[in-house]
């Protein structure tokens, strides 16, 4: 049983679509988070949800749009596709917001051609 | 915002050998430093993790230390194997689940 499952795990598009990766846990966590990791594999957190609650933004472009239907889900959508937004995705999920341990989904490869 | 480096970026060792990799942080707030362990094609996955209040923890052969003084902390692996190789990430938070990551060290351990 996959704790954090992401889908697709491969994303081939175009410059300018807009694409969706979708997230679930089974964990039962409150937490969760989408983890941006570039090409030479620095990770920078983008969104945190707890609870369906956005707690954390970091500086993302608001092409980039979250959405957290039920604790279990946070989805990411991506507008306007860019080139520089080619990387791996990750998915992530905590018990809660205090300081502990993060599940990572496998991620996701985003390649914008 | 906190800042965490991360070094060295590469590091090959042979088999039974000790690897150590270093971290130091910005933000003397923070007190939660994990690392985590990411084989190819996978997510990063939690291996060792102090709390500021602690200045040493040990897991079998992995072990974690931290100077708050000086806010760096490390990690020790101890008679590596194959299985070791993966990149290392170590990450630091000041309270909330807002983790900020190193860069990463690639390791690689020569059987």
């Known amino acids: 049983d996959t704790a954090v499952s992401q889908t697709p795990k491969y994303l081939v598009t175009q410059m300018g679509n807009d694409k969706s990766i979708k997230c679930e846990q089974n964990?039962?966590?409150?937490?969760m988070y989408w983890y941006k990791q570039d090409s030479k594999k620095f990770l920078k957190i983008m969104f945190s949800y707890n609870n369906k609650e956005l707690i954390i933004n970091e500086t993302v472009p608001n092409r980039f749009s979250p959405k957290s239907p039920d604790k279990a889900h946070l989805n990411l959508h991506i507008n306007s596709l860019e080139l520089g937004d080619s990387a791996v995705y990750f998915c992530a999920s905590s018990q809660d917001v205090v300081a502990g341990e993060l599940f990572f989904g496998e991620g996701s490869r985003l390649t914008v051609l | 915002g906190e800042n965490v480096e991360q070094h060295p970026s590469t590091l090959s060792v042979q088999e039974g050998d000790s690897a150590v990799i270093k971290c130091t942080y910005s933000d003397s707030a923070s007190n939660y430093f994990p690392w985590y362990k990411q084989e190819l094609g996978k997510g990063p996955q939690l291996i060792i993790d102090i709390r500021s209040n602690v200045g040493e923890k040990k897991d079998q052969r992995i072990a974690v230390t931290l100077n708050k003084t000086a806010k760096h902390f490390s990690l020790h692996i101890t008679e590596t194997q194959p299985e070791d190789s993966a990149v290392y990430f170590c990450?630091?938070?000041?309270?909330?689940?807002?983790?900020?990551f190193g860069t990463g060290t690639r390791l690689t351990v020569i059987p």
């Open positions: 990450a630091a938070s000041a309270g909330a689940n807002n983790l900020f």
């Open positions: 964990l039962g966590h409150d937490t």
